[in-house]
């Protein structure tokens, strides 16, 4: 479905600048997917596409750099920061690494800290934990150990893994940031460390998108289609996180629903939600919950796109055991006409937008794809990526879903 492609490749395109809260990302992505709607004639509630609401949210608008014994890292592929990090500015800072021994041995501990306050100012020495080296109740003493010097003191993590980004609502008082190991000599015990980050909590307003097509008879239910459109933004000012799968493709299936029903109605109205906030914790689901358009009880059925972008092994539905009976609609469906390898089945789950609806006491489902792609909450999330292996299928199996459910109307 080439328009779809077209509408992952465009929101994951640097001009929407990750789809966050840093050079009004999200407000564009929201003024677009508005546009495409009202290019195709869906109608609004309360003559508006949107719903605004705020929250406070931690950004990194400007400088964003760490050199490591003078060698300079890459932001977001060899270092990120954590998203409480606050604006934090050093040109030698010393940092020491935490043995095993002096995880166990308190005066050993408090050697090494006595030591690194004689080096220098607080504000000029930290501490760095190598997490991956360790298992067990080693891990978790050396976690917590880290919480505690991370109230007083710069914490570094050195990790082997991929990066998983997030989003903050506030700021901690030091910094911590996340490197990959094979940046920097990990053998060593001591590092000199350069950083100069921007950071700002601001309050923010964000907008849910919101639009339907009336149902071929006059109809007081509801079939919901919905979708997040947000993602995580920048960290800094040259570093920004696509969310090619998470959730561009969401968005741009939502979009496609969107098309179809605006050329054929079905037998219930038909919405199409695509949510702000909820990479921040489901904030622009939340408030719609509370500031329903109109009443949840008329929804028949929410459906939550999310993690469109693959689908060689299947999907996944989240709450298909609170609502056995959709499950199994949904499932011999795709049993008889094969759109997906499998769709299988996975309990309630506070993981996407879905969430705040079935708590409300709408039924809803929240399907996910699953295939090779791993890329998640990273900078390799882009739209090159992606597959849309079954992107089509998931197309047509949404649509012969909703027409079984508005039938049982």
């Not at 050195?158 to 053998?187: C, G, H, M």
């Not at 309050?203 to 339907?212: E, G, L, P, W």
């Not at 506070?350 to 609806?357: I, L, V």
């Not at 708590?359 to 090159?384: C, I, L, R, S, W």
Request: proline content about 4%.
């Amino acid at each position: 479905m080439e328009q779809g492609r077209l509408t992952v490749e465009k929101l994951c395109s640097p001009a929407f600048h990750g789809r966050g809260y840093v050079n009004e990302g999200d407000r564009l992505a929201a003024d677009f997917i508005a546009g495409e709607l009202e290019k195709m004639g869906c109608k609004f509630f309360k003559n508006t596409a949107f719903q605004p609401f705020r929250f406070p949210v931690n950004t990194f608008p400007g400088q964003m750099a760490c050199s490591v014994n003078g060698k300079k890292l890459i932001p977001g592929k060899e270092f990120v920061v954590d998203p409480s990090c606050p604006s934090f500015y050093a040109d030698s800072l010393k940092i020491y690494r935490i043995s095993v021994a002096e995880i166990y041995n308190g005066k050993k501990l408090k050697n090494k800290l006595s030591e690194a306050a004689m080096s220098g100012s607080k504000l000029g020495v930290g501490f760095a934990f190598h997490f991956s080296l360790w298992k067990g109740d080693t891990l978790k003493k050396a976690k917590e150990l880290a919480k505690v010097l991370g109230e007083s003191m710069p914490v570094i993590e050195l990790i082997d893994t991929k990066f998983t980004w997030s989003v903050s609502q506030e700021q901690s008082r030091y910094p911590l940031l996340q490197i990959q190991s094979n940046a920097l000599d990990a053998s060593m015990d001591e590092w000199i460390f350069s950083m100069k980050i921007d950071a700002k909590v601001i309050d923010h307003t964000a907008r849910n998108v919101i639009a339907y097509v009336p149902a071929k008879k006059k109809s007081k239910k509801y079939f919901v289609f919905s979708a997040h459109y947000d993602h995580l933004g920048q960290m800094g000012l040259e570093t920004y996180f696509p969310g090619g799968n998470d959730n561009a493709s969401g968005t741009a299936l939502l979009l496609e629903m969107a098309r179809y029903y605006s050329k054929n109605p079905a037998e219930v109205n038909i919405v199409f939600m695509a949510f702000a906030g909820e990479e921040v914790g489901l904030l622009g689901s939340q408030y719609y919950t509370e500031h329903p358009v109109f009443p949840l009880k008329d929804i028949q059925f929410l459906f939550n796109l999310d993690i469109m972008g693959s689908g060689e092994e299947g999907a996944t539905v989240v709450n298909a055991t609170l609502f056995p009976e959709q499950f199994e609609t949904l499932k011999s469906i795709n049993d008889k006409q094969q759109f997906l390898p499998k769709v299988a089945s996975r309990g309630a789950a506070a993981n996407s937008d879905h969430y705040f609806f079935t708590q409300k006491g709408v039924p809803a489902f929240f399907m996910y794809t699953m295939g090779p792609n791993k890329h998640y909450h990273d900078v390799y999330d882009t739209y090159e990526e992606l597959s849309f292996s079954k992107f089509n299928s998931i197309y047509q199996l949404l649509i012969d879903f909703e027409k079984v459910i508005a039938w049982k109307r």
